[in-house]
Each structure stands twice: as structure tokens, then as C-alpha cells.
């Protein structure tokens, strides 16, 4: 089994619509948990980070951890073309770093 | 903040040559770099850990006599792939961790290689 598994997409949505992008994982130390996006041919970029259990939100980004399900998500609202990109789950247990596949998303106009 | 750099951004090398990657934090002193490979429409796959002044770690299955890594100071780490050959082309990005902060990284823009 995978440390972290992510549906690699792709995510086809409008406009405007909400976007739900989640990981899963199997390790029960994991407690720092993070979003990444990268464009094409480009590094990932630091979305958010979130410790432990709960809610973080970011202008029209949130991110939720639940603990008890081993289950993260991010979620964009109001999505816009240029939120087109991939988007990495990544979570670390200490030292370690383990990343998800990642979800190809695309918004069209 | 927190910005890396790598360079160059795109390289094609002929067989058999060597090619060295710069990876420097830019803002911030980066007591540890990471260096990953990346294939198209897959994920980071790690290659190897650096820490500075000490020997990288390296991550099962990747050569360290291929691919060597010097960590020299706080800002900047780099990658050299020896004797290249076209199974070597892919895309290599490296990473950056802040002092104190043991859970963030900082992704540089990547590098492009291709051999030929």
C-alpha cells in the first residue's frame, strides 16, 4: 500500500464551479499535512499547510484534515482558468516527506 | 520569502558528458536541500537528501557515483549527473528547508535535461 494515494485526475470543471481535490494515506504519525500546485514545467508552489486536525482557509482555498479518516482535502471555490494546474498532497511524519501523485485540474472559461 | 533558484533552467548535453545543477535559497539559510526527478504527468520521485557539510543521503536505488551531490554551504547545493546518458533526460527540481522549520519545502523552478 502507498503512503499516500491521490486520484491523478484529470479534473475537467467551468468556471466558477468548486473544486474538491483529496488524498489519502495509511501512515497514523503523519501530522503535518500540505498542498502544493505546479504548473507546467515549472516547480511546485507551497499552497497551504495544515498541523494536525481541522480547517485552514486561504482566500478561496481551504484545507481540511481528518485525522480519524487518514482523509485531506482542498477545496477551491470560485475556480478560474488560472487555477488550472497540478496539485500535490504532501504530508511529513518528522524527517520523512511523502507527496501524492497529484490531480491534473482544468478550468475552462 | 523563501525563494529557491536553480540554474540552469534548461540544459541538453551530449552522451557521456557530465551536467552540473545549481539549487540556492536565495533568502534564507537552508540547513537541508532535497533533490527530486520528475517524469512527465508523475510525481516527485526523491532522490536524495542533503545536509550541509555532511554527505547526502541517498534514497534506495538511485547511484550516488551518478549522481553527486555537494551541499557546501547554508545556500547552495548542487547536483551533478556524470557519464549522462538519455535515460538521465527528465526534469529535476530541488527543495529547501528552512532552519527551524522541520515541516516546510520550498521548491525551486526545476531544471529541464535533456541528452542526446
Known amino acids: 500500500q502507498k503512503e499516500v494515494e491521490q486520484d491523478p485526475g484529470p479534473l475537467s470543471v467551468p468556471e466558477g464551479a468548486i473544486v474538491s481535490l483529496n488524498c489519502t494515506y495509511s501512515?497514523?504519525?503523519?501530522?503535518?499535512f500540505m498542498w502544493y500546485r505546479q504548473y507546467s514545467r515549472k516547480g511546485p508552489e507551497l499552497l497551504m499547510y495544515t498541523y494536525s486536525s481541522g480547517n485552514k482557509e486561504d482566500g478561496r482555498f481551504t484545507a481540511q484534515v481528518d485525522k480519524s479518516s487518514k482523509y485531506i482535502s482542498l477545496f477551491i471555490r470560485d475556480s478560474q482558468p488560472s487555477d488550472s494546474a497540478t496539485y500535490l498532497c504532501?504530508?511529513?511524519?518528522?524527517?520523512?516527506?511523502?507527496f501524492g501523485t497529484g490531480t491534473s485540474l482544468t478550468v475552462i472559461p | 520569502g523563501a525563494v529557491v533558484s536553480q540554474h540552469p533552467s534548461r540544459v541538453i548535453c551530449k552522451s557521456g558528458t557530465s551536467v552540473k545543477i545549481e539549487c540556492r535559497s536565495l533568502d534564507f539559510q537552508a540547513t537541508t536541500m532535497f533533490w527530486y526527478r520528475q517524469f512527465p504527468k508523475q510525481s516527485l520521485m526523491l532522490m536524495a537528501t542533503s545536509n550541509e557539510g555532511s554527505k547526502a543521503t541517498y534514497e534506495q536505488g538511485v547511484e550516488k557515483d551518478k549522481f553527486l551531490i555537494n551541499h557546501a554551504s547554508l545556500t547552495l547545493s548542487t547536483l551533478t549527473v556524470t557519464s549522462a546518458h538519455p535515460e538521465d533526460s527528465s526534469f529535476y527540481i530541488c527543495?529547501?528547508?528552512?532552519?527551524?522549520?522541520?515541516?516546510?519545502?520550498?521548491f525551486g523552478p526545476g531544471t529541464r535535461l535533456t541528452v542526446t
Open positions: 527543495s529547501a528547508r528552512l532552519a527551524g522549520q522541520p515541516y516546510e519545502q520550498y
Open positions: 501512515n497514523s504519525a503523519f501530522q503535518y
Open positions: 504532501a504530508m511529513s511524519s518528522g524527517n520523512q516527506f511523502y
